[in-house]
């Protein structure tokens, strides 16, 4: 990638932009928000699109390496099950299944992945009325469980911990509210 003075630019394994303020072969100097300046090599960093905004550190980088790391798998099997003519989509959290490596993700980058992908599978089912989601989030210390109980207050559902015979302590079962049409 180029760069030149002037561009907008983040560094990737660090919580660091800034703009461009001198070029040499490959190495290049940045100042950052707070007017320090930095020299990185041009494989550490990305542009940053104009037009992008700052949700989060993850999803404001305009980057090939980091969406290689999302996996994109046409063969995935369906997460929608049915049983007791009830529809279930189960939502697996944990970040090996969402991405093919976490090389130069820290544990901020990881679980707002995760967090991001909760959300889309919860309005995508709330879109097409589907009545249940299991999220599978494991049980690690409770961070992405607090988390994601934190998101679910903002929508129209009733969630608790999901079969301990099927998913044992890791996972939450989410009840969509559905609306009379």
């Known amino acids: 990638m180029t760069f030149q003075v002037g561009d907008k630019i983040a560094v990737l394994d660090d919580d660091l932009k800034g703009i461009v303020t001198k070029v040499a ?3 290049i100097e ?23 905004n700052e949700l989060s550190k993850f999803s404001d980088i305009n980057s090939e ?30 970040v090996n299944k969402l991405v093919n490596t976490t090389k130069g993700m820290d544990n901020y980058d990881m679980l707002n992945l995760q967090l991001d992908t909760a959300k889309r599978k919860l309005e995508f089912a709330i879109q097409k009325r589907i009545s249940k989601v299991v999220f ?17 207050k903002n929508y129209p559902v ?5 079969s301990y015979q ?16």
């Open 25 to 27: 072969v490959n190495d």
């Open 30 to 52: 940045i100042r950052d928000e707070s007017g320090m300046f930095f020299k990185f090599l041009a494989s550490e960093l990305v542009k940053i699109g104009v037009d992008q």
């Open 65 to 94: 390496f980091l969406r290689y790391k999302i996996k994109s798998d046409p063969k995935k099997k369906s997460s929608f099950l049915k049983s007791k003519n009830e529809i279930l989509y189960e939502v697996d959290l944990h």
């Open 136 to 152: 599978i989030h494991g049980v690690g210390e409770g961070v992405l469980k607090t988390e994601l109980y934190s998101l679910l």
């Open 158 to 162: 009733r969630f608790q911990d999901a």
């Open 166 to 181: 099927k998913y044992g302590l890791g996972a939450t079962e989410v009840y969509i509210l559905q609306n009379p049409i």
